[in-house]
């Protein structure tokens, strides 16, 4: 029976050694590898079907789109050479690059970009980014390589809904293949061609000698792997398993920086942080309370603290590095205990009063958490922190008014399209209140509102920027939040790597990596 | 024996459907819902709207657990709601990786614990039974999460012995293994030292010494395989534990495996996965429990199955 | 009254006499002894711990963080400029609380269930205790996880969590005790005189099933110090700025290379605490199984 035993062990080792597979030998050889360490998986590779970062990531490096980002969010050409937008924006006309080919050696054509946005505004479909591109009526390709959109009503923000990364262009015969097999077997016209996916571990992608771009790709593989816990995945960098690790803690940053061989890649983010609060219901009502508390948090110990430095007072609602961006206040709410306790006395609340924050569990989270908790205690507002598990938080903060128990919470938002519209209308406009949007502090102005509908009916950028800059300022006055800070996304490169990159979005670039030295 | 085998297999049954019911029931009364969080806190109410259709979730509980047994019985344990992919494909890709970390671990964790502890009762009440006692409560508690990165800064990036994390060759496999065999080397060490004690106490064992029989002999042949039998017992218990994926190992290794999956199917409120993980994690352990019962009658004799 | 003072007479001389022999077999193994030591002493901590503390935990100091071990900070501060000594110690209170309370509030519920069952019997205990194995398959990190999710964060949650996953595994050791007492002389003499079930389990089974139960609660209070910690780790442990040990050390594990004095004191705390509750355990189980020669 003993014996027995131990023939079970072998049977079942040798079974799951066979589980690892072949293809695990790390390759090496002339091969020029970069490994990218990010800290999750990615959920699917059909971009239209994405709305997660690493997702996101690996599909920028497979597919392009008709337009994408600059490394500061701008919007640059891709498969599209140039563009017009008619001025009351609600036809936009592409002009798109000849002689590109598909990683499946179809050609790439007009036809190729009507069929994909077809294909999203489908409601049929079911896709997850519906929303981003259904207002457009009809597609007509005028030729080969012209594409014409014309949108059921005037769009302003929409040329950044074209350059948002779930906007990329699938081949039309992998289309045909149907969903389930995008989400697995991604088909574009990038830099780099999907070469596997193991789930939990790590994707790889080899070089496409056919791009489109002269003198790229320069090296020959890219392997994205996921490694959820911070401290391993810094400890992977300093290993050299790594070429790229991110995010890096600030905690960390320091350590990264010191090593040699390595170094700290600083980038401004698209990221906003605040607390919102609650403005229909309890103390949160009243404006003068949500002032007092934003002279209360000093948003400069915190940056210091909890940051290491790393990051910046917001001083509009949105981080200065979305497009039509103006600063309201510079150098942000000013920090200032008196006058919060004097607005906290006329306002009724002497003594303060105890409130509870919601926020996420994640670690650097809760340390922000305890800092926000720890500064409104010297103004008296003794709040409760409540960490939540991501599904549980979500699920609480999505109910409607209603049922909707919140009083303050803690949130970070990056606009994915770049533009000012996103980082303003989800979180402050009057029609997106849970369960429709994250407008968590069931803000509603109607001046705000008419200002963002008309900043949308215009292709004319100064106008829209106008129309942000007074939104920006109306409610930085009234104040449905407290106005934290505006973070920078730290990376960990090893010398001799460049080109990959983080965006302010939080979504990282590889498309032009390069390897030198070793 | 076989008829014996037979009627624990049977009651297996009532069993698992007594966990499916209850594992419907308990992923309902969880806070989240699937189609909020796979659309995303930016994803309008019409987008979300779409993806629950697409998951089904529009339909009442009751049909969706009928569904869900009808298909199960047939082996459909339906699709991921977070990738698309068949649920029993996907369970199946991490099955493999916890059941190697899990039977690497129990295997350092048997020789080493047993090791310890037979050198602890033999050299009972002396300096390295004190030594290696405290040391192997030591094993027991230091937090799993502390150990690993320990291991990781001190072996991997330290001394670059082997990789910080991730699945790849034989190497990769080591820290993960000691790190979630340590617990486990330590328990089996305690529960060795104490059942060798009873035993050596034993009439049995003072008989085969007064016959003259070299103490090695009497150690190994009477009193180990006596001894073995609530080892074996607590061993199994450990093994299940493992196998139902060590959670947080897994994640400070990167570790592919089981627990990793639940992790990230808790996080996408992935019923489907949560399901059939659950449903796995029993099975294995009234298979565990089978197996220990049966090991039982191998070992010892007085024990008997009809 | 006098019923049972009849039954018990038979009982009691028996414990006491045990009680002393075990005493004396404790006292003469030195790291049972030594357990003993270290659990008082966090007892005393557990206690006291406000009144040892140089500094009040949650006292900020944005100017002096990360410093190192000095006369005025003993283990250094944190990275929010707090005493780490002062945490540590205050956080006995509430790692060993939630530890003794989690395995308490398991202990009593596992032992009633174990008892219930192994004194009805027959199809009640068959179900009962196959419920207790599906409680031991489900991965016991799962259930915590929806206790968090369900209850909210939350030390009270956190014990509750712990606690119930420690129950199945007390239901089975309490089990076996009871269903051997039942079948003695005087529990089946109680029931002849016509003793009440709930007065037959509370009086005749429970004192037989405590002395197992007690030194398992012994050996439980580390693994549940440890699932705290576990739980912290993935987020779900007691709020901040709460001191805990567990939650200490999993939310400061990203200074390990940076700042390890951070990560040091409470491991050690951990360790240490967790070391002395099994010592003892072990040494009370030795000393209690008069099958065990010296």
């Known amino acids: ?518 | 024996m076989s008829s014996y085998l037979v009627r624990r297999l049977w009651q297996m049954v009532p069993i698992l459907f007594g966990v499916s019911l209850g594992a419907f029931a308990f992923l309902q009364a969880v806070p989240g819902d699937p189609a909020r969080l796979l659309a995303g806190p930016d994803a309008t109410l019409q987008d979300v709207q779409l993806v629950r259709a697409r998951l089904g979730l529009d339909r009442p509980l009751i049909l969706r657990y009928v569904y869900f047994l009808r298909n199960a019985l047939v082996g459909d344990f339906g699709r991921s709601f977070r990738s698309g992919e068949a649920v029993a494909a996907i369970v199946a890709r991490h099955f493999g990786p916890t059941l190697l970390l899990s039977v690497a671990s129990v295997v350092f964790a048997t020789v080493t614990g047993l090791g310890v502890g037979l050198l602890q009762a033999v050299r009972r009440n002396t300096a390295p039974d004190y030594v290696s006692t405290v040391v192997s409560v030591a094993g027991i508690s230091t937090p799993p999460f502390f150990l690993g990165l320990l291991l990781i800064y001190l072996l991997a990036v330290g001394l670059r012995w082997f990789p910080t994390g991730g699945m790849g060759t034989a190497r990769s496999l080591v820290l993960p293994a000691l790190t979630l065999g340590a617990g486990v080397a330590a328990t089996i060490a305690r529960f060795a030292r104490s059942s060798l004690l009873e035993v050596l106490g034993e009439e049995f064992v003072r008989t085969a010494r007064a016959k003259g029989l070299e103490e090695r002999s009497v150690l190994l042949k009477h009193a180990l395989r006596n001894a073995l039998i609530p080892v074996v017992t607590m061993i199994g218990l450990q093994f299940g534990f493992l196998l139902s994926g060590a959670i947080v190992v897994e994640t400070v290794f990167s570790w592919p495996g089981l627990g990793w999956l639940m992790v990230q199917s808790i996080s996408f409120r992935d019923y489907p996965v949560l399901v059939a993980e659950i449903l796995l994690f029993s099975l294995q352990f009234l298979v565990i429990n089978l197996v220990v019962d049966l090991l039982y009658a191998g070992l010892d004799p007085r024990v008997a199955y009809g | 009254m006098a019923r049972t003072a009849v039954v018990s007479i038979g009982v009691r001389p028996r414990v006491v006499s045990l009680g002393r022999r075990s005493l004396a077999r404790f006292v003469r193994r030195r790291t049972a002894m030594a357990g003993g030591i270290v659990s008082s002493v966090f007892v005393v901590m557990m206690l006291l711990g406000l009144w040892i503390a140089p500094y009040s935990p949650a006292a900020t100091d944005y100017n002096r963080t990360l410093e190192l071990p000095s006369l005025a900070h003993l283990a250094g501060t944190d990275d929010f400029g707090r005493d780490i000594f002062s945490r540590i110690v205050v956080a006995t209170r509430y790692s060993l609380g939630m530890g003794l309370g989690a395995v308490f509030l398991g202990a009593a519920l596992g032992m009633a269930w174990g008892i219930a069952s192994g004194f009805y019997g027959r199809a009640f205990d068959n179900v009962s205790m196959r419920i207790v194995d599906i409680m031991l398959a489900f991965p016991g990190i799962l259930l915590a996880i929806v206790v968090v999710a369900i209850l909210g964060p939350g030390l009270v949650n956190v014990v509750l969590a712990i606690g119930v996953f420690t129950i199945p595994s007390f239901a089975r050791l309490a089990r076996a005790p009871a269903l051997a007492a039942k079948a003695q002389e005087y529990a089946q003499a109680a029931r002849a005189l016509g003793a009440s079930n709930s007065r037959i389990m509370g009086r005749h089974l429970l004192p037989n099933v405590l002395p197992s139960c007690l030194v398992y609660v012994t050996l439980r209070v580390g693994t549940a110090i440890l699932t705290a910690s576990s739980l912290s780790f993935l987020g779900l442990g007691v709020q901040p700025p709460t001191p805990e040990w567990g939650a200490m050390l999993a939310q400061s594990r990203v200074f390990l290379n940076v700042a390890p004095h951070l990560v040091i004191g409470p491991g050690v705390a951990i360790s240490l605490a967790v070391l002395g509750f099994n010592l003892l355990g072990d040494g009370m189980r030795d000393a209690l199984d008069p099958r065990l020669r010296d």
């Open chain 1, 1 to 518: 029976m003993k014996k027995s035993v131990s023939g079970l062990l072998v049977v079942g080792v040798a079974l799951a050694l066979l589980s690892i597979g072949p293809g695990q030998t790390p390759v090496r050889a002339q091969a020029k590898t970069a490994t990218v360490a990010l800290y999750a998986d990615a959920v699917t590779l059909d971009p239209y079907d994405t709305n997660d970062n690493l997702s996101l990531s690996v599909e920028r490096t497979v597919y392009d789109g008709l337009v994408g980002f600059t490394p500061d969010m701008k919007v640059k050409p891709q498969l599209a050479t140039s563009w017009e937008a008619s001025p009351d924006a609600r036809v936009f006309t592409f002009h798109l690059r000849r002689g590109v080919k598909f990683h499946d050696g179809t050609a790439f054509s007009a036809e190729a970009v009507k069929i994909n946005f077809d294909r999203v505004r489908d409601p049929g479909q079911k896709l997850r980014r519906y929303s981003l591109y259904e207002m457009i009526d009809s597609i007509t390709v005028v030729d080969e390589s012209t594409v014409r959109f014309t949108l059921r009503k005037p769009f302003g923000a929409m040329l950044y809904n074209f350059a948002h990364p779930a906007g990329r262009i699938i081949s039309p015969a992998a289309i045909a293949k149907g969903g389930a097999f995008l989400a697995r077997n991604p088909v574009g016209t990038g830099p780099f061609k999907f070469v596997s996916w193991a789930p939990g571990r790590e994707i790889v992608l080899e070089r496409n000698p056919e791009f489109w771009e002269a003198g790229q790709p320069r090296v020959d593989r890219i392997v994205f792997k996921f490694i959820p816990e911070d401290a391993s995945r810094v400890a992977m960098l300093l290993s050299g398993e790594a070429q790229f690790a991110f995010p890096v803690t600030g905690v960390q940053a320091d350590a990264v920086a010191k090593t040699p061989d390595v170094s700290l890649d600083a980038r401004w983010s698209i990221y906003a942080y605040y607390v919102a609060l609650h403005t229909q219901r309890g103390p949160f009502r009243n404006m003068a309370v949500r002032q007092a508390l934003n002279y209360a948090i000093d948003k400069n110990a915190i940056v210091k603290v909890v940051l290491r430095g790393y990051g910046r007072a917001l001083d509009a609602p949105m981080a200065p590095g979305v497009a039509n961006y103006t600063q309201v206040q510079a150098g942000g709410w000013p920090y200032d205990v008196v006058k919060a306790k004097a607005l906290l006395s006329e306002a009724g609340f002497p003594n303060g009063f105890p409130t509870v924050l919601w926020l996420g569990n994640a670690t650097e989270t809760q340390r922000l958490g305890e800092a926000i908790q720890q500064m409104l205690a010297q103004v008296g507002v003794k709040v409760e922190l409540q960490p939540m598990e991501a599904g549980t938080l979500s699920a609480v903060r999505f109910k409607p008014i209603e049922d909707n128990l919140s009083q303050a919470n803690l949130a970070g938002w990056s606009p994915s399209t770049g533009d000012a519209d996103w980082a303003l209308r989800p979180l402050l406009g009057g029609g997106t209140w849970p369960p429709t949007l994250f407008n968590l502090a069931f803000y509603k102005n109607a001046k705000v509102d008419e200002l963002l509908a008309d900043a949308l009916g215009t292709a004319d950028e100064t106008r829209r920027a106008k129309d942000y800059a007074e939104a920006s300022r109306i409610v930085w006055g009234e104040a449905p939040w407290i106005f934290l800070y505006n973070s920078q996304n730290l990376a960990g490169v090893r010398a001799g790597t460049t080109g990959v990159y983080a965006l302010g979005d939080g979504t990282v670039d590889v498309r032009e990596a390069t390897l030198t030295g070793k």
